[in-house]
């Protein structure tokens, strides 16, 4: 692009999606290691504003050193005579996307969560300040949404400056997300979509309504109709919900018409409120997800964040790899902490109902939206560290999903005789998104995988070795 003579480095759309891995890494900021980071919009009147301004507070990429991790808070203040607060949230967006269009630089997830690499080609070519990247971001927001007519950038890496400021972008991430709260699905008849993540998950449309935010938790059904109006062939676009086809797990025929179109027929059917049969799509940006534990009949949910392993033993990287890419698998439902403030929380699943474990900041995060005689019967990290545990915690709790092992055992009893003893039947094992099977000295990996036996023995690798 012409416009970027003066960047080291190519910018363009042929660099979203591009991955750096650790051992091609220059430096990182945010990310999973750093616990304050944040990238924020805000509009400004005109007067406050210094046209094309980039500032750097802290160290810059220059002085930082190789392959370690920095905080970093990127604060984009813009204004026009149109513009108003309620378009914050859709200038916050782009920052994901305009920042992927520079090459050798990878951005994931949003506003709190924000984990950028930067690659050692590109420094080494000459990217090596803010400055560059503040230029790509002030020329992409001026071109591609003409409403903002000035605008100025700045980066932090001061720790202490982050750390003084994270709260400040955090209490305004709240008051965004509080004034969406309210509006009920039922109550439009459009939702929105969004593919700005297509280029990393190419069957993904995220489907925004009223009482389910984006699985990245930047943009509320309000957000997603300002993107729509002010950049009609932006990411970000209309759904004519279309007939109810299905109240209980949400879906509606618009949604489904329109995810098929957008996926080329990958996905053509869409349930919104359950993690079970045709779940939302998830990209990679998701900031938590919800996961089924088949031994108790329940749902965990681990945000990113999170640092060690959940109640069945996997990490988030683990279980997010089970939901992203654009994959609809049973069990998985990636999605934002604000969509556990909705009522449509995995409302066909029992919501609330069958939240089983969930790590303790998120519970303090969405305390006041679950219900008071479940909150204290839900698990977290601090309480149980196994299923064994869980389970004798639930019974103790007297968790709902408590009565529901009791159905599933009245329902194993009273099948028929003749069917459990069926020559050659079959038993559903095991179901994996990504099963790994070693043999031969070969890694054979079977994709969305359905596991059926006649009889499984399990047997203690001490046993085997004994033997």
Not at 337 to 365: C, H, Q, T
Not at 409 to 436: N, R, Y
Request: charged share 30%; aromatic share 10%; hydrophobic share 40%.
């Amino acid at each position: 692009m012409s416009m970027f003579k003066d960047i080291p480095v190519d910018v363009g759309v042929i660099y979203e999606g591009e991955r750096i891995r650790r051992n091609d890494m220059q430096v990182e900021l945010g990310g999973p290691t750093v616990k304050e980071k944040f990238e924020l919009a805000k509009v400004r009147p005109m007067d406050a504003i210094e046209d094309g301004k980039v500032t750097i507070i802290g160290p810059d990429i220059k002085d930082m050193k190789e392959g370690d991790a920095y905080p970093l808070g990127i604060l984009v203040e813009a204004a026009g005579s149109t513009l108003d607060s309620q378009l914050e949230g859709v200038i916050e967006r782009r920052i994901h996307g305009y920042l992927n269009y520079i090459e050798g630089f990878m951005h994931l997830n949003q506003r709190y969560d924000i984990w950028i690499r930067l690659g050692k080609k590109s420094f080494q070519k000459g990217l090596n300040s803010f400055e560059y990247i503040g230029k790509v971001l002030y020329k992409l927001f001026k071109s591609e949404l003409p409403i903002i007519e000035k605008v100025q950038i700045t980066f932090i890496t001061d720790p202490d400056k982050v750390k003084e400021l994270y709260p400040v972008a955090m209490n305004d991430y709240e008051t965004r997300d509080a004034k969406a709260r309210g509006l009920k699905d039922e109550e439009v008849d459009k939702f929105y979509g969004c593919v700005l993540c297509q280029s990393f998950a190419p069957s993904h449309v995220c489907v925004i309504t009223p009482q389910r935010y984006s699985n990245c938790g930047a943009i509320s059904w309000f957000d997603g109709r300002a993107s729509a109006q002010i950049d009609p062939k932006g990411p970000v676009f209309a759904i004519e919900r279309g007939e109810l086809l299905n109240a209980e797990k949400g879906e509606f025929a618009g949604v489904n018409e329109e995810v098929k179109k957008r996926t080329l027929g990958e996905v053509n059917q869409v349930w919104l409120y359950t993690a079970f049969g045709h779940p939302h799509t998830s990209c990679g940006c998701f900031e938590a997800v919800a996961f089924y534990i088949p031994e108790v009949d329940g749902f965990g949910v681990v945000h990113r964040s999170f640092k060690g392993v959940t109640v069945n033993g996997l990490p988030f990287s683990t279980l997010a790899d089970s939901t992203a890419g654009g994959r609809q698998i049973d069990g998985f439902h990636g999605m934002s902490i604000e969509y556990m403030r909705s009522k449509k929380f995995l409302a066909a699943d029992d919501g609330w109902n069958r939240v089983v474990w969930l790590p303790k900041e998120v519970k303090e995060r969405v305390k006041d939206f679950i219900p008071a005689d479940i909150v204290d019967k839900i698990a977290t990290e601090e309480d149980v560290q196994n299923i064994d545990a869980l389970k004798a915690f639930l019974k103790e709790k007297n968790h709902p999903v408590v009565a529901r092992w009791t159905e599933a055992v009245a329902v194993e009893e009273v099948a028929p005789a003749e069917a459990q003893a069926e020559e050659g039947a079959m038993m559903p094992v095991a179901t994996a998104a990504a099963l790994p099977i070693m043999a031969g000295g070969f890694k054979i990996i079977l994709k969305d995988a359905k596991i059926y036996a006649k009889k499984v023995i399990i047997r203690s690798m001490k046993d085997e070795k004994k033997s």
